[in-house]
């Protein structure tokens, strides 16, 4: 069984900035620049013939291109700090493709996603540092926005299974296009 996830890739620009934010924190395990991406949808292990459905029917998603901006570091887990994350800022176009993302996966048996989407990229593991040590690291970086940049594709990733993921592989690529003409892969 594959186990599948739909996300946004993050340009290098972005990336290099992104991973200058990555220290201060002793213990925290930092995700690897190459791993940073705006999860639209983890699938989790599926079967390989709903793993090959869901890759043909995203397909038909239908979404114009749109410009994303990076704003803001934070944590998951305000009393138990676990991860470290740079928020999106709010885009009405990310939240239209998460939800006919969602759709389709529903559509082709994938139990509804439990968890509000809350658009990130995921910067470090931090389980079992202090409170304090996570709100001061957060002081010191929190104000961080990235130039903002153009969605044009979301991919269809595979990954391993364990704690922190990576490495991903790419298995397919969807390019988004103007309303007028149709979705597709690359």
């Not at 620009?13 to 925290?28: F, P, R, V, W, Y």
């Not at 559509?107 to 304090?132: C, D, N, S, W, Y």
């Amino acid at each position: 069984m594959p186990r599948l996830f739909i996300a946004l890739d993050i340009p290098n620009e972005i990336t290099m900035h992104l991973s200058m934010l990555q220290s201060g924190l002793k213990d925290a395990r930092w995700i690897e620049s190459q791993n940073f991406h705006i999860t639209l949808r983890f699938c989790g292990d599926i079967e390989l013939q709903v793993a090959r459905e869901l890759a043909q029917q995203l397909e038909r998603v239908n979404t114009e291109p749109f410009e994303v901006q990076l704003s803001d570091l934070n944590v998951f887990g305000k009393s138990k700090p676990h991860s470290i994350y740079a928020g999106v800022k709010s885009n009405l176009h990310l939240t239209e493709l998460q939800s006919s993302v969602e759709r389709i996966c529903q559509k082709v048996g994938m139990p509804p996603e439990q968890r509000k989407f809350t658009p990130h990229v995921t910067l470090a593991r931090i389980r079992g540092l202090k409170t304090e040590e996570v709100a001061k690291y957060l002081s010191q970086r929190g104000l961080f926005q990235s130039k903002s940049f153009l969605v044009d594709r979301f991919k269809l990733y595979s990954s391993r299974n364990s704690i922190g993921g990576g490495p991903y592989v790419c298995e397919e690529t969807y390019t988004l296009v103007h309303k007028d003409k149709t979705y597709g892969k690359t």
